[in-house]
């Protein structure tokens, strides 16, 4: 028996077993519930610092991924970076591999075209020399044929009437002279040019001593170099000493002739060693002339031809001249109507102009239908009737 609060109850009632029983099991739960608080304050009391040091090793593991990511990044960044220097590398190395292309294909295509060019030009020069080669072959032909006509005497004169026809033919007007002419006293020189008063018509003689120029050429020693240049001096004064008697007449010929010599060497020869010769010519009024001196002399005389010619139609020049300053004159004063023509025809566009204008102002008014501004038309006189 249990005796609570003044009351006796027995331990084998319902109710009292009930209740024993709900407060042993509310003690059972309050020790249960002291033992699990009990072993989870050991159990937080040994986990604080394993999760401190979980929480360290967290912030130490999210610090190395945060490191982990800014690396890539860096990483990224330089690869990024290398992929473009190495593209811009590549992309100058590729331009500069283009023009160093372009620049070595102009330069062979440059050294291509010199070279050909210069082929060209070799191969035109050789052309040349080939051509000048056969000139060369063809000129020692005629240099021997000009040996072979020069060795006879006939051939020779004909040589040197041939070379002064030629010369005459391009200095003087075909009417002033003459080839060939017989004179009075029967002798034939080479031509005769018809000179006026004075000096009068002068002959010309075309022959030469080519064989004692040739021994004087071919002379070995000075002893034949002596006798050659004597022998060229005696013929030289031979021919002076025929042509004088020959061809200069008294009354019919100028008071002189000319010793043409087809041959500027011989011409050469006489002036530089053997100028006696010369002046003896010149006494005898024989003027020895070469080709160029030919053409120099024939000049001259072509203007004197050409003053006596015109003196000789003086008068009728006069007469072209009056002719001529009466048309001059004339056009002088046709020149002076045509230009009051021209002025008249000035004016009256001038005038034509003004009418235009106000003409045109008038019909811009009426088209506007400013009939305020439109002034009066002036009277029109009308000429009194007679």
């Known amino acids: 028996m249990i005796e609570i609060d003044g009351r006796a109850l027995s331990l084998e009632d319902p109710g009292v077993l009930a209740v024993l029983g709900g407060a042993a099991l509310t003690l059972l739960v309050l020790l249960l519930l002291v033992s699990t ?37 860096g990483l990224t960044h330089v690869a990024d970076t290398q992929a473009r220097a190495q593209a811009e590398t590549l992309r100058l190395m590729e331009a500069r591999l283009a023009e160093v292309n372009t620049q070595m294909a102009e330069s062979l295509t440059g050294s291509a075209r010199r070279t050909a060019q210069t082929l060209g030009e070799l191969q035109e020069r050789l052309k ?14 005629d240099v021997l044929g000009l040996q072979d006509i020069l060795s006879n005497k006939q051939t020779r004169g004909a040589f040197g009437e ?23 006293n029967g002798a034939r020189p080479d031509c005769v040019i018809h000179l006026p008063e ?66 500027e060497a011989v011409y050469a020869e006489l002036h530089a060693n053997f100028p006696e010769v010369v002046r003896e010519g ?17 000049t001259t005389m072509r203007a004197i031809l050409k003053d006596a010619r015109m003196q000789a139609e003086a008068g009728r020049i006069r007469r072209e001249l009056s002719l001529l300053h009466a048309d001059v004159e004339r056009l002088g004063a046709r020149v002076q109507n045509l230009d009051r023509h021209f002025g008249q025809a000035a004016r009256d566009i001038a005038e034509i102009k003004v009418s235009a204008e106000k003409a045109g102002t008038r019909a811009r008014r009426l088209d506007s239908f400013d009939f305020e501004d439109l002034a009066p038309d002036a009277p029109v006189a009308v000429a009194p009737r007679g």
């Not at 020895?288 to 120099?296: F, L, N, R």
């Open 37 to 73: 608080a009990r072993a989870a304050g050991r159990a937080a009391r040994v986990a604080a610092p394993l999760a401190a040091e979980m929480d360290r090793l967290g912030r130490q593991v999210q610090a190395l991924s945060d490191g982990q990511q800014r690396l890539t990044g």
């Open 162 to 184: 041939i070379q002064l026809n030629d010369i005459l033919a391009k200095a003087l007007p075909r009417d002033s002279y003459t080839l060939q002419p017989t004179l009075s």
């Open 128 to 141: 040349t020399i080939d051509r000048a080669q056969e000139k060369i072959t063809r000129l020692s032909g």
């Open 282 to 298: 010149f006494a005898a009024r024989v003027w020895i002339v070469s080709p160029t001196t030919c053409m120099a002399t024939l």
């Open 198 to 263: 004075p000096p009068g018509p002068i002959a010309i003689d075309s022959k030469f001593p080519l064989e004692a120029y040739e021994a004087l050429r071919r002379a070995e020693t000075p002893e034949d170099a002596r006798r050659a240049g004597q022998a060229l001096r005696q013929a030289v004064r031979t021919h002076i000493r025929a042509i004088a008697e020959k061809y200069v007449l008294e009354g019919e010929t100028a008071e002189g002739a000319i010793l043409f010599l087809p041959s």
